[in-house]
C-alpha cells in the first residue's frame, strides 16, 4: 500500500539529500516535489495546499534551515504533519454492558459484507458475542454471502428470508441477540451503485430505531476521492463515528486515506489489507506515516509476529539463547517463522532501512535465496548443524553442496558468517521482541549480502539472457553493495 506515495516523496526528498546546508529556495523547490507527490496519489487540492503551507511554515525556519541534518529534519516535519493529518484516532468500539449495537453502512461493492465478518471475528477474539444482521436486502445473494460467512467464522446470523423492511429485521434482530445472549450486534445494511436520498433515508430510519451505539462507514481506497466525497455524504447523514477503509492491500494510491480525517473529520479506525478474515488491522497514523517516509513499521511487525509465531517454539529458542546455544537447526526454525509472516518483499519493507532491498530483490528473489540458505542447512548432519565451524571440513562442504545444488564456496560462506551470526543472536536474546526484530535488520543484511550476485547466477542457471529490466536492476543492486562495501571500509578504518 502506498507504494507510489511513498517511491515519489523519499524522490522528492531525496534532491535534498547530500546538500551540507538547505536554503529557502531550495527547500521551496523540495517542497514543490513533495506537493505533486501528494497530488499525484490523490490527496484532496485542499489539503495538499493546507499540508504544504504547515509543513513550509516549519521548513523554511531557523529550525531547519541551521540544523546539522537538514534533510533527516525535514523529513520529521513531513512524517509529523503526516500524523497530524491522519490522526489521533480512538480504537476503543465503545462496547458497553449488554448488547452493543454496530452499524456498518457504504456504498454496494465497497467490502461491506466481507468487513462484517472480519470485525465479528476481532470482536470475538476480545471476548465478547457477536451477532451479524443480514439487514442489506437490495443486493442479490448478500444474505446467502453473510450466512457463509458467519458459517466459516462460527457466529451465529441473523437473516428474515423474504423480508421488504431492513428497519424491522434490525429491530427483531436486537430483540434476538438477548435471547441468545449475545451481546454485540453487528448491522449490515444496504448499499447502492452511488449515494442517494433514498439509500440516506433507509439508513436514518435504522438509525433512528435501534439507535446504534458506533455507525462506521466501510469505503473502497482503490476509489480515490469518490471515497472521501461519499464519507463526507454519509456524515452529515448519520454522524459517523469512524471509516473502515478496504482494499489497501492492492493498488491504492493512498489519497483517500490521507484526506479522509481532513474532509470529514471523521478517522479512520480500521483499514483491510486483504480477502482472509484475520485481514483487518487498527489504523494507526504514526505507523502509516513511518512507511509513507520510509522509515519501516517496527510496532505492525512486532504484532504481526506475537499472532504468527509458534509462541512455545519462541519460548524454546529464548532459553538456548540465554544459555548461550544458537546452532544452524535454531537458525532452520527462524527462516521457517518468518515466511509465516507472509511474502517476504512485505516483510523486509517494515524493517527500517530494508525497503529499498525489498524493491530491488523481489519477493521472488527475497525467496529463493532463503530457500537456498535453507538448502545447505538441511544437507548438513546433525552433527554439522550444531558445529559448523568446527565439523566441516573440505570434503564435507562438498558433499553439503552437491546436496543443496549449490558451489563449495557458499557453504564456505555460510558457515563464515554463521558465526557472527550466532553472537548477534545471543545478543538478541537480552531484548525484547521490538529489538529482536530491529536487530533483525543486522541479520537481513548479512544473509542478503550480495543479491546482485543471486540475480545474476539465477539467470545464468536458466540459459536466457537479462533483459534490459533485469540489467537495470542489477545495475542499481551493484552500485548498492559497491556504496556498502565503501562505507564498511571507511568504518574499519576509523
Known sequence: MFETLQDSLRSALKTLSGRGKLSESNMREGLGLVEQALLEADVSLPVVKDFIARVGEQAVGERVLKSLSPTNQLVKVVYDELVGLMGPVDH????????????????????????????????????RKPLLVAADLQRPAAIEQLQVIGGQLEIPVYTEPGAQDPVLVCHNAVKQAREQGCDVVILDTAGRLHVDQELMEQLARIDRRVSPDQVYLVVDAMTGQDAVHSAKAFNEALELDGVVMTKLDGDARGGAALSVKAVTGVPIKFVGTGEHFDALEEFHPDRMASRIVGMGDILTLVEQAQRTFDQEEMVKQQERLRKGEFTLDDFRKMLDQTQRLGPLDKVMGMIPGMGDVSKLMGDADAAAEMSRLRGIVDSMTAEERRNPNKVIDQSRRRRIAAGAGVEPHEVNKLVKEFEGMADLMKRMSGMGMRGRLQAAQQLSQTLMKNPSATLAKQKKGTGKRLTSAERAKLKKLREREARRRKRDEKNRGQ
Do not use: Y
Open 92 to 127: 476503543s468500539l465503545h462496547l458497553r454492558p449488554g448488547v452493543s449495537i454496530l452499524m456498518l453502512c457504504g456504498l454496494q461493492g465497497s467490502g461491506k459484507t466481507t468487513t462484517c465478518g472480519k470485525l465479528g471475528r476481532v470482536i470475538r477474539g476480545r471476548g
